[in-house]
């Protein structure tokens, strides 16, 4: 059973940063990779980043430049690195794993909630 383990959420000023982590833990089906999604209030869960089977970090246009994800692969550990933080990026972010030809990740961390906010 695939377990993922989000941390590292809070509430941050704008123009702040944060670091995410995810654990990732038991029996992980070859050929998945790992990202990072987000869900606004209101609003539909979004991709953010993930690592493509060619080693490639893919980012989403409204992230690029300011957000950066990176691993501990030793440790199977995964971090995104919040930078320049607005309010937009106000949401639930999710650590998953999704199979490199589907379209949807098969497993989802519980959440961690980033708040940006004056």
């Known amino acids: 059973q695939v377990q993922l383990v989000e941390s590292g959420g809070g509430l941050v000023q704008p123009g702040g940063s944060l670091r995410l982590s995810c654990a990732a833990s038991?029996?992980?089906?070859?050929?998945?990779?790992m990202g990072w999604y987000r869900q606004a209030p209101g609003k539909q869960r979004e991709f953010v980043a993930i690592?493509?089977?060619?080693?490639?970090?893919v980012y989403a246009d409204s992230v690029k430049g300011r957000f950066t994800m990176s691993r501990d692969g030793a440790k199977n550990l995964v971090y995104l690195q919040m930078d320049s933080l607005n309010s937009d990026d106000t949401a639930v972010y999710y650590c998953?794993?999704?199979?490199?030809?589907?379209?949807?990740?098969?497993?989802w961390g519980q959440g961690t909630q980033v708040t940006v906010s004056s």
């Open positions: 690592f493509t089977m060619g080693g490639i970090t």
């Open positions: 998953a794993l999704k199979k490199f030809d589907l379209s949807q990740p098969s497993y």
């Open positions: 038991g029996n992980i089906p070859r050929f998945y990779v």
